[in-house]
């Protein structure tokens, strides 16, 4: 393997079981009848299977392809080397079907399990990924929204791989701004429309990979009403789709151009052109108008799940080479030898700071980790209980609504910052491309700007998901909490940090009360200038909860079973130090935050505009 194929992807398979199986108990879930066909061998099995995949054929072709990039020539888009034979293999192992339901052709695993396996994937190739992820996305939104003959046309060459999806929303003059779309679409027949119009930002808009792409694009029909109540979905395939599902001549959906990006530059992000130059056929997607934004939403928030794993993925490795780098970098003494100049040389994890770093990166790893993987199991409760108990079904669906914010912005914001940190500890090294942190920073900085800006999670979150239910989903969730604290407030490993928990968690309730009162005072631009702190605070307060949790566990077992390994002792260790560290050095952020929201403070509101500057 020459160096341009280098591998650097690093995985810790044992913190991944961890949080599945002894925190979460994710096995629960097989003995129900949804998931009664699996078992836990079953899920390892497939771990270890995308493991080798991931290791084989992601790892080496990422630092390539990130240089190589996608190129457009006489209206073609080609791939990086490798990434076509990667997509032929990911297809024949099965692994995008592993979530899909048993009746279109899927393994119907449990999207807890299904975290983990993208955690793998993601952490080895983002760029890689976002194909294979946004067909997923796709293909799930036709096998619920659309026609028996959507389904019959489109759904089985996604589950093989030989077509590809995407989402196609943005336009460059509306960006977030979906209701200010301007693609239409005109009534054919039927459920058939032409469209027309030009979308930009289209994550795998268009590759080699498979031999047709399903786009679902927003659009608005003529004569529908302004903003997003006026919006429709259609599937708009690149290449028209035959009745029997085979491809035929270009639908007029043509590639105009490719970005320039900061980072995941083997992800094909395009501007698409649909009927510039002759018809473009779109199927309204099931069979009524102008409820677009209804059905697009379940895309979209499957798909802030899945952009907060990116960023936790990416982050877990970038941490790992770190720690790597860290053990085997020698420099500077011991400081307990300072006084000493003959002192040899050490490891730079003996450093108090690069411990300090490395604490801090695997504290939110394994925070990242654990809340969403916990989404992910409430997802799963609900298909297990949506028929026999639909009142938990409904609490399980509540934390996945209030928390899908969070784990899609903390998760983003703080790979990032794990990412930088990363390159710290590396020092010099790692802003040069010999090592792969540089590539890392560079690709996590997208995930809090697409799939709706952390801002926009905050909006959702204040003015949507603290409501939701008439706010029993909030209420359900500071009970968990405060059982929690009441519960280990005295508790000899974490009773120290427990309390501190509890603390942060009444200041946030306080914060909360702030909030709604400059809603109900009708301050809204005081409500959407503190969103964003709040989720923060609100952020940390929910992982902190977690990694105490994950401490009990760890605690209990490192002390109670006499006949593990000091490898296993020390793993437990570890969860525990996570969980204190966090609570002492990074929870506390939470009352500067809520400190901030309840003061009421307007300077960033009632600065003048030549305030920030007066020259233009």
Same mark, same amino acid.
């Given at each position: 393997m020459s160096d341009a194929n280098i591998n650097f992807f690093k995985a810790d398979m044992r913190s991944m079981e961890f949080t599945l199986y002894e925190h979460l108990g994710v096995q629960e879930l097989f003995e129900h009848?949804?998931?009664?066909? /699996?078992?836990?061998? !079953?899920? =390892?099995? *497939?771990?270890?299977?995308?493991?080798?995949?991931?290791? !084989?054929?992601?790892?080496?072709?990422?630092?390539? $392809?990130?240089?190589? $990039?996608?190129?457009?020539?006489? &209206?073609?888009?080609?791939?990086?080397?490798?990434?076509?034979?990667?997509?032929?293999?990911?297809?024949?192992?099965?692994?995008?079907?592993?979530?899909?339901?048993?009746? %279109?052709?899927?393994?119907?695993?449990?999207?807890?399990?299904?975290?983990?396996?993208?955690?793998?994937?993601?952490?080895?190739?983002?760029?890689?990924?976002?194909?294979?992820?946004?067909?997923?996305?796709?293909?799930?939104?036709?096998?619920?929204?659309?026609?028996? =003959? !959507?389904?019959?046309?489109?759904?089985?060459?996604?589950?093989?791989?030989?077509?590809?999806?995407?989402?196609?929303?943005?336009?460059?003059?509306?960006?977030?701004?979906?209701?200010?779309?301007?693609?239409?679409?005109?009534?054919?027949?039927?459920?058939?429309?032409?469209?027309?119009?030009?979308?930009?930002?289209?994550?795998?808009? =268009?590759?080699? /990979?498979?031999?047709?792409?399903?786009?679902?694009?927003?659009?608005?029909?003529? $004569?529908?009403? $302004?903003?997003?109540?006026?919006?429709? /979905?259609?599937?708009?395939?690149?290449?028209?789709?035959?009745? =029997? &599902?085979?491809? &035929?001549?270009?639908?007029?959906? *043509?590639?105009?151009? /490719?970005?320039?990006?900061?980072?995941?530059?083997?992800? %094909?992000?395009?501007?698409?052109?649909?009927?510039?130059?002759?018809?473009?056929?779109g199927y309204l997607c099931g069979s009524e108008e102008n409820v677009g934004m209804k059905q697009m939403f379940k895309m979209m928030n499957g798909a802030r799940l899945s952009v907060g794993l990116q960023g936790h993925s990416v982050a877990a490795t970038a941490y790992l080479n770190a720690l790597a780098y860290a053990r085997d970098r020698k420099q500077g003494a011991s400081v307990k030898a300072f006084k000493d100049p003959n002192a040899p040389r050490v490891s730079i994890i003996e450093h108090s700071d690069v411990r300090r770093m490395l604490l801090e990166m695997k504290s939110k790893i394994d925070g990242m980790r654990t809340i969403a993987a916990k989404v992910a199991l409430h997802l799963d409760w609900v298909n297990v209980l949506k028929d026999k108990d639909p009142d938990q079904a409904a609490y399980h669906q509540g934390q996945v609504d209030l928390l899908t914010p969070i784990v899609k912005a903390y998760c983003s914001d703080q790979g990032f910052r794990v990412c930088e940190t990363a390159m710290q500890v590396y020092g010099g090294a790692g802003y040069v491309k010999d090592n792969p942190v540089e590539q890392y920073l560079r690709d996590s900085k997208i995930f809090s700007i697409y799939e709706g800006t952390n801002h926009i999670q905050a909006l959702d979150l204040v003015v949507r998901k603290l409501r939701g239910r008439k706010g029993q989903d909030l209420a359900d969730f500071s009970g968990n909490l405060t059982e929690f604290v009441e519960a280990n407030s005295d508790d000899p490993a974490i009773g120290t940090e427990t309390q501190l928990l509890g603390e942060a968690s009444e200041r946030l309730q306080t914060a909360g009360a702030a909030i709604v009162g400059y809603m109900m005072e009708g301050k809204l631009d005081q409500l959407t200038l503190y969103a964003t702190p709040f989720m923060q605070a609100m952020s940390h307060v929910a992982v902190c909860h977690l990694l105490l949790e994950a401490a009990l566990v760890a605690e209990e077992a490192r002390t109670q079973d006499f006949d593990q390994s000091q490898e296993e002792f020390d793993f437990y260790a570890g969860k525990v130090m996570s969980g204190k560290f966090y609570a002492n050095f990074v929870m506390p952020e939470v009352f500067s935050l809520c400190r901030a929201i309840c003061s009421a403070d307007r300077s960033a509101i009632d600065i003048p505009d030549n305030g920030f500057c007066t020259q233009w």
């Open positions: 009848e949804f998931f009664e066909h /699996l078992s836990r061998e !079953d899920c =390892d099995q *497939v771990m270890q299977q995308t493991l080798r995949f991931s290791n !084989d054929m992601l790892g080496p072709i990422n630092s390539s $392809g990130d240089r190589q $990039g996608c190129t457009l020539k006489d &209206g073609v888009v080609t791939t990086p080397d490798g990434y076509k034979e990667a997509w032929k293999q990911l297809w024949e192992l099965g692994l995008p079907n592993f979530s899909v339901s048993l009746e %279109a052709g899927g393994f119907q695993g449990p999207m807890a399990v299904l975290g983990a396996l993208s955690e793998l994937q993601m952490g080895a190739n983002i760029s890689f990924t976002m194909y294979p992820g946004l067909t997923y996305g796709a293909m799930e939104l036709i096998e619920h929204f659309g026609t028996d =003959d !959507d389904k019959a046309r489109f759904l089985k060459g996604m589950t093989s791989g030989r077509y590809g999806g995407t989402m196609c929303l943005s336009e460059a003059h509306a960006g977030s701004d979906v209701g200010a779309i301007s693609t239409t679409a005109t009534h054919i027949d039927g459920n058939r429309y032409l469209i027309k119009g030009s979308k930009c930002w289209i994550s795998g808009g =268009d590759h080699d /990979l498979a031999d047709n792409i399903i786009h679902l694009l927003l659009a608005r029909v003529d $004569g529908a009403p $302004g903003g997003t109540q006026g919006i429709s /979905l259609f599937i708009v395939p690149r290449d028209v789709v035959n009745e =029997d &599902g085979s491809s &035929g001549e270009n639908n007029n959906v *043509v590639t105009a151009s /490719l970005e320039h990006k900061l980072g995941i530059n083997s992800s %094909a992000t395009a501007v698409l052109n649909f009927g510039d130059d002759g018809d473009c056929v």
